[in-house]
């Protein structure tokens, strides 16, 4: 399976005092790849239709980072889908500069709606959504 992949530079903002990027800029650039995704694929990443509101907000995320990243490094983003779920993604990331690894996790998101500021409630994922997921990955 292929996964997709963007690259992210590291800013000076994205470090910490000591000069290392900060361990929830991995989180950032893993969601930035994921609507990259979205975006190539063509697919709604959040959809506002009058008062409703349909995404997938983040439920669970794990990592382990594996090397300090610092200010200036290109890091490489790869993210492959673990489950396709009837209700759920969960994805597989890992990071790295050149060859070296910095970061591996998972992130499991879950497509829900609500209407105007009321609870959101999980929904199944679009067919639209899975099939050409399903398809870019070859699935």
């Known amino acids: ?10 800013n000076f903002a994205d470090t910490d005092a000591a000069g ?3 361990f929830s800029t991995v989180f950032f650039w893993v969601e ?3 609507e990259a995704l979205f975006r190539e694929l ?4 959040l959809r506002a239709e009058g008062a409703k509101l349909t995404g ?3 439920v669970r995320v794990e990592c382990d980072f594996l090397s ?10 790869a993210l492959t889908p673990v489950e396709i779920g009837d209700k759920k993604l969960v994805w597989g990331f890992t990071a790295a500069v050149s060859e070296r690894a910095v970061a591996k996790g998972s992130l499991t998101t879950v ?3 609500r209407e105007a500021q009321g609870p959101m409630s999980a929904a ?3 067919l639209e959504i899975k099939t050409a997921l399903q398809k870019r990955f070859g699935l």
């Open 111 to 113: 497509y829900a709606w």
């Open 32 to 34: 930035a790849t994921e």
């Open 124 to 126: 199944l994922v679009p």
């Open 56 to 58: 997938f907000p983040r």
């Open 68 to 77: 300090p990243i610092y200010r200036e490094d290109v890091v490489t983003v």
């Open 42 to 45: 063509r697919l709604p990443f």
């Open 20 to 22: 290392i990027v900060h």
């Open 1 to 10: 399976m292929t996964p997709f992949v963007t690259e992210h530079r590291a």
